[in-house]
C-alpha cells in the first residue's frame, strides 16, 4: 500500500466510520453524557457511565474541533458530555468518581486517579475549544489535586499493606507525560518543565530498565527490580503507547538523543511482545517467563495495537529507522485485518490469542471513543508528516 | 469405566498423585505456610503467600488425617501451616489478611472476607484432628467475625458509592452453606440451625431466581433482578459448587423436596453453562448474552469442573437421577481428558476455551491444594456410595 492510501485509510476510517459510529450511537439525550456499552451493532447493552470514557470522548471531540474541523456538533457533543460531567463527576473534595448510574448518581468511588488524569485532559481541550474559563480551572484544579494525589494514588483505597512491599506503578508516570503537554496552555511553565523532566526520567531511567531492555510496569521505590508478580509484569502496549508519548515530549525538546532511544526501546519492546505462533501482540507478559497473574495475558486487545501503530509511524517519521516502518505495516496488517468491523464499523476491542472476536463489543467498561480515534487521528497526521518528509527528500529510505 | 474403576482413579489420584505432588513441593522448610506459586513440575515460582491457599491446604491435610487415615505426615504439615498463619495471618482486629510475603509480614489487608472463611474451615478441622482448644477459639471466633461483618464484608475497602445500587453477593452465604457443617462440633446449636436456615433461603429462595431457573451472583437488596454488569452475571461453577452443599445439609435435615429441588437446578444449570462447541463449563456468562466484563468468560477453570462432578456424583447418589449420572460421565470425560498433567502429575487449573493449557501452573494466586484433592475425596467416597447403594437395590436404574 502507498502512502497515499495509507493517508486515505486513516483519515476516512477517522471521519466516515468510527466518528459517525459514536455520535449516531452514543448520545444519551435523555440524562447526558454517553453511553460507551455498544454491541456489535452499535445497540446499547448496558447505561453506566464510566467516568474516564465519558472524559476521553469530550477530549477526542474537542480535539477534533480543535485539530480538524470547526464543526459545531462536534463541540456540542463535547460540550454536553462535559455538563454531565461538571454536575455529577466530582465527589466534595474534587476527585472524580470511577463509575455513575445513567441518571448520573455515583457507583464507584474515586479510588483510582486515572478518572482524574482524563478529565484534566477533557477539560483542557475543551477550554482551547470554547476559551471558557469555567473548563480551564477544572481541569488546573484536576491537575493540581493529581500531583498532590500522586505520591499515594490509591489512598484511602490502596489495599497494600504499608511497609512490606512499597512499590511504584508506570502507569502515572506515563499518563502524566503526556498530560502535561494536553494542558501546557494552561499550566504554569516551571511546573509544565518540572513535571516533564520527572515523567522522562521516570518513563526513561526508572521504568526502563537497561540490562533487561524493557519497560516494567511496577519497581521497588528505589527503581530496583521486584522479583513478584507486580515486578515481572510487562505491559507491551503501556510500553508502547509511552514512548510516543515521550517522543513527542523530545520533539518539544529537541532532543535527538532521547528521540533515538525511545525509537530504540520501542522497536525492542514490539519485538519482545509479538505473538510469534499468531500474531499480534500479547497483553501481558512475564519478565522472566513465569505465568502470569492476569487470565488474560494471551488476548489481543484493540489499544495495544492502536497505541503501537502510533508509536512506530512516530518512530519512522522522526528517524527514517527502516525497522520502524517494517514493524508498522506488520502492525496496521495485523490489526486492521483483525479489529474493524466492515459490515457494521468501528472495531472489536478483544480478540482470544488466535485472533478471534472474543467480545461482540465496540464499547464497555474500558473501550470507549478514544484509542481509535486517536489512533486514526495520529496516524493521518504523521503518515502525512512522513509524506512530506520523503517529498522534501529529508527523509532517505 | 464401571464403578469400581471409577473409585480407584478418584482414590488413587488423590493419594498417589495429588497429595504427594503437594506434600514434595508446597512446604516451605524455612519460613514455614506453603508455597503454592508452582510450575508444571512442581517448582516454586513465586514465594507469595495467598491467606486463603495457606488455610485450604492446613483444611485439605486435616481432613484427610481425620476422614482418611491417621498419618502422622499428614497432621504434622496442617500443623506447621496453622503455625505460620497463627503468628502472621491476622491484623489485631483478629481480621485475616489477603496475602503475605514469604517471611510472613503482611502485603494485602483483609479487604476480602474469604481469608476468614478458610481460615474458620481450617481452624475447625485441625481442631477435629489434635483437639487442641487454641485451634477451636481461633476457629470459633473468626467465625463470628465472619458473622459480624457479613452485612458489609468489605467494609473500609469497598469501592462502592453507599447508596446508589446497592446490590448483595452470592459468595458469602454460598460459602456459609458449607462452612457452617465445616465447624458445626464447635458452634452453639441454635446459631447452627439459624446459618443454615439463612444461608439455604439465601440460596435457594434469593439468588436462585425462579423466572430464569438460575442461580445470579449478585442481586439487589430486595432479591429482585438487577439489570447491570453486576446483576447479568451468572458463574456456573459458584452454582453448582453451592449446590452440593446445599444437598449436603439437606441429607442433614432429611429433606428430601429440598434435595429434589436442588438437583433439578444443577441440572439446569449444567446444561445452561456447558460450551456445546467446544465443551467445558464457561466461567462467567451474561444471563442475557451481552458481552460480560470478564475477559476470561470463555476460559475453563479446574474448579468450575471439579466441583461440577461432586454436585452431579452427589445428585446421582441422593436420587438415582440418570440425567446426574449423565451429566457425571460428561464431566469426568472433559475433565480427566484436559486437566490431569499425567507427565509431572497434578492438574493445569487453566485452559482456554478449545481446552489448551492457558497457563503452565499447577498452582498460583487462586489455585493451591483444595479443590483438586477435595473433589477427588469427594468423588471417591460418593462413588463408594453409589455402589453400595446399587449393591443393596436401593437404586434402580
Redesign the interface.
Known amino acids: 500500500m502507498n502512502l497515499d492510501n495509507y493517508i486515505s485509510l486513516y483519515r476516512n476510517s477517522l471521519l466516515e466510520d468510527v466518528i459517525p459510529f459514536w455520535m449516531k450511537n452514543s448520545i444519551d439525550e435523555e440524562y447526558g453524557g454517553y453511553f460507551t ?1 455498544l ?1 456489535t451493532v452499535g445497540n446499547v ?2 447505561t ?1 457511565k464510566f467516568v474516564w470514557l465519558q472524559c476521553r470522548q469530550v477530549w477526542t471531540f474537542s480535539m477534533l474541533y480543535n485539530r480538524v474541523e470547526k464543526k459545531q456538533e462536534w463541540l456540542d457533543i463535547a460540550i454536553k458530555g462535559a455538563a454531565f460531567l461538571t454536575k455529577n463527576g466530582r465527589d466534595k473534595e474534587g476527585n472524580w ?2 463509575s455513575l ?1 445513567q441518571q448520573g ?5 474515586p ?1 483510582n486517579i486515572f478518572s482524574d488524569c482524563f478529565a484534566a485532559m477533557a477539560y483542557g481541550q475543551l477550554y482551547k475549544a470554547t476559551g471558557n474559563k469555567a473548563y480551564g480551572e477544572i481541569a488546573v484544579a484536576t491537575f493540581h489535586n493529581i500531583l498532590k494525589r500522586s505520591s499515594d494514588p490509591k489512598g ?2 490502596s ?3 504499608p511497609g ?2 512499597n512499590l511504584q506503578g508506570f502507569s502515572l508516570p506515563m499518563i502524566l507525560s503526556n498530560l502535561v503537554l494536553e494542558i501546557e496552555h494552561l499550566l504554569d511553565p516551571v511546573i509544565v518543565d518540572d513535571t516533564i523532566k520527572q515523567a522522562i526520567h521516570l518513563v526513561m531511567n526508572v521504568f526502563y530498565q537497561e540490562d533487561l531492555n524493557l519497560i516494567l510496569e511496577n519497581v521497588h521505590m528505589d527503581g530496583s527490580f521486584s522479583d ?2 507486580e515486578g515481572r509484569t510487562i505491559n507491551p502496549g503501556h510500553g508502547l503507547e509511552a514512548l510516543w508519548f515521550i517522543m513527542d515530549l523530545a520533539v518539544r525538546d529537541n532532543d535527538v538523543t532521547l528521540i533515538n532511544k525511545a525509537v530504540s526501546i520501542a522497536l525492542q519492546i514490539v519485538e519482545y511482545g509479538w505473538d510469534k505462533a499468531h500474531g499480534g501482540i500479547f497483553y501481558f507478559l512475564d519478565q522472566q517467563n ?4 492476569q ?5 489481543k486487545l484493540w489499544w495495544v495495537h492502536a497505541e503501537a501503530i502510533v508509536c512506530m509511524l512516530k518512530g519512522y517519521a522522526l528517524t527514517g529507522n527502516p525497522a520502524c516502518w517494517k514493524w508498522f505495516e506488520q502492525l496496521h496488517d495485523y490489526t486492521w485485518r483483525h479489529f474493524p468491523d466492515t459490515a457494521n464499523g468501528e472495531w472489536f476491542g ?1 480478540l ?2 488466535e485472533g478471534r472476536v ?4 465496540k464499547g ?2 474500558w473501550k470507549g471513543c478514544f484509542h481509535v480515534p486517536r489512533t486514526l487521528y495520529q496516524g493521518w497526521k504523521t503518515l502525512e508528516d512522513i509524506k512530506m518528509k520523503k517529498e522534501s527528500t529529508v527523509l532517505q529510505k
Open positions: 456499552c454491541d447493552y448496558d453506566d468518581y470511577f448510574n448518581k455515583p457507583l464507584v468511588q479510588y484511602i483505597y489495599k497494600a499493606f512490606t512491599r513478584t508478580f513465569k505465568p502470569p497473574q487470565l488474560e495475558w494471551d488476548q478483544y482470544n490469542r472474543l467480545l461482540p463489543l464497555g467498561k
